[in-house]
């Protein structure tokens, strides 16, 4: 997915876009950029591959290289990032995260007259190269944005530094991702997660609503574009992509997961359906808040049955073929005998996608002597690959367990049928679960359903994106 930061100061700004950058190195692990401005050198950049090292160790001497007291940072899944323009808007530097599905259609209508772009690996355009032609399709940056983002299929919220160093920020259009500023004594930083400027001496200032458009300097924020009305904040930021300490709409990450898994441990009650469970626990890391919930509601004790070791292996989604990160992901699981064997065990996850590395987990915890292994998952069934902030890697629907199991029961007409397969209280939805338990070897399963997940987030229905689970835009 992606995140972004930026801090215009009185002074130097580059010290603390590194590190604001860094505190967002857990939305992606491919490329990560900065860029800088100052009087005497202008617009300044750097990118680095970060997926075999750390955001950190590849930037670190960028604070003694790189000077300014305007700057950009960027952690990015996809394209190589900030990259410097020079449009008729002048010279600047350019970041966004979301995505572009229509780029094809975008370049075919708005980008004539023989222009041209550079090519990826596979003949790819970068998205924020095409982004940036899109705003310099008008005379102003706030127009230019409106634009850009009223005609993308996808989702682009966006951080540009101008050549004057000024810092222009834009929410997305339907506010599917979050975009906060910061506010200390000597100027203002915007970034995606609110902790990072918090650990850098800021204090809340505001959070951009759904395609707002600010200017920020050292000395304001002007706003160039309200805010719209409607807003579909992605329900997976509370459930598994954000940060523990983060806030998004006020509402924190933590204590939603604590509302969502105490919600989970209040259903199996009612169905019965969690009797002589030994311990609860959580499928590492962003599962663990959602078991604390479970256990404290439920008065079943608490147990890391199994640690991660994260010292030397990279996170386990970092490279790029599957089965690499199925290897990495088994080889970072080590057993606690005595919390395993013999035992019967609930794990809650924040999420079942493919249900790949999940299998081999469930092998793992029986091969160490577990009695029982049963599963709670943090959100519903995901029925459909996101393709407004691609938050997983699939590439198709039919990647996806649970399609690829109503496929095996029903054929493609079981796809009308989505709601009842997702729901566990009709005939479809028992035959899903049941035919999950079968591939994964599990002893139970459960999903929250999409009213507990609105429920522990605590906005109202509307204001939510619910793609992945219903289809809903």
């Known amino acids: 997915m992606g995140g972004f930061f930026g801090a215009v100061s009185k002074y130097d700004a580059v010290r603390d876009v590194f590190f604001g950058t860094d505190y967002h190195s857990h939305l992606g692990t491919r490329r990560a950029g900065m860029a800088a401005w100052n009087k005497e050198h202008g617009l300044q950049r750097d990118i680095h591959s970060i997926e075999n090292s750390p955001f950190r160790t590849r930037f670190e001497h960028v604070t003694q290289e790189m000077t300014g007291c305007s700057a950009i940072g960027i952690i990015s899944d996809y394209d190589p990032q900030p990259l410097l323009i020079r449009s008729r808007l002048g010279a600047y530097a350019i970041c966004m995260i ?19 772009f550079n090519a990826q690996t596979g003949g790819n355009i ?29 989702t682009a919220s966006i951080l540009i530094l101008t050549d004057d160093g000024t810092i222009i ?10 975009v906060l500023i910061g506010r200390r004594e000597d100027g203002y930083c915007v970034s995606f997660e609110n902790f990072a400027y918090q650990k850098l001496g800021f204090s809340d200032e505001k959070e951009l609503g759904p395609g707002e458009i600010v200017s920020i300097t050292s000395d304001e924020i002007k706003q160039l574009k309200a805010p719209g009305k409607e807003m579909r904040i992605c329900s997976f930021l509370w459930s598994y992509y954000g940060y523990p300490t983060s806030h998004y709409e006020g509402i924190n990450v ?19 359906n969690n009797k002589n469970i030994d311990y609860v626990g959580g499928m590492p890391d962003s ?12 008065c079943i004790p608490f147990a890391r049955a199994f640690i991660k070791y994260t010292p030397t292996w990279s996170r386990s989604f970092m490279p790029s073929k599957q089965n690499e990160r199925n290897k990495i992901a088994k080889m970072k699981q080590i057993p606690v005998i005595e919390l395993i064997k013999d035992k019967r065990l609930l794990f809650v996850d924040d999420s079942i996608v493919r249900g790949t590395q999940l299998r081999e987990t469930v092998e793992f915890l029986y091969n160490n002597g577990a009695k029982e292994v049963h599963m709670r998952s943090a959100c519903p069934p995901i029925m459909y ?14 990647d996806l367990i649970a399609r690829r199991v109503i496929m095996e029961l029903e054929g493609e007409e079981g796809f009308k049928y989505i709601n009842e397969y997702s729901d566990r209280t009709t005939e479809r939805g028992r035959r899903l679960r049941d035919k999950i338990c079968e591939k994964l070897h599990l002893a139970s399963l459960e999903f929250q359903s999409i009213e507990g997940v609105i429920s522990a987030i605590g ?13 809903k835009e």
């Open 126 to 154: 970068n998205s924020t190269e095409l982004l940036a032609a899109l705003i310099s399709q008008k005379p102003d940056f706030a127009e230019g944005i409106s634009f850009a983002q009223s005609v993308i299929k996808g």
């Open 459 to 471: 906005l109202p229905a509307c204001k939510l994106c619910t793609y992945c689970w219903d289809g």
């Open 169 to 178: 920020a834009a929410r997305d259009l339907k506010g599917r991702l979050p």
């Open 254 to 272: 933590e204590v939603m997961r604590y509302r969502n898994g105490a919600a989970m441990a209040e259903n199996d009650k009612l169905l019965k």
């Open 98 to 116: 979301g995505i572009i599905n229509n780029a094809k259609e975008l370049i075919d209508t708005y980008i004539s007259g023989g222009g041209h």
């Open 385 to 398: 690959g996101c393709k407004y902030l691609n938050f997983s890697r699939a590439t198709s629907d039919m």
């Open 287 to 298: 599962g663990t808040p959602h078991a604390i919930g479970y256990s404290n509601k439920s």
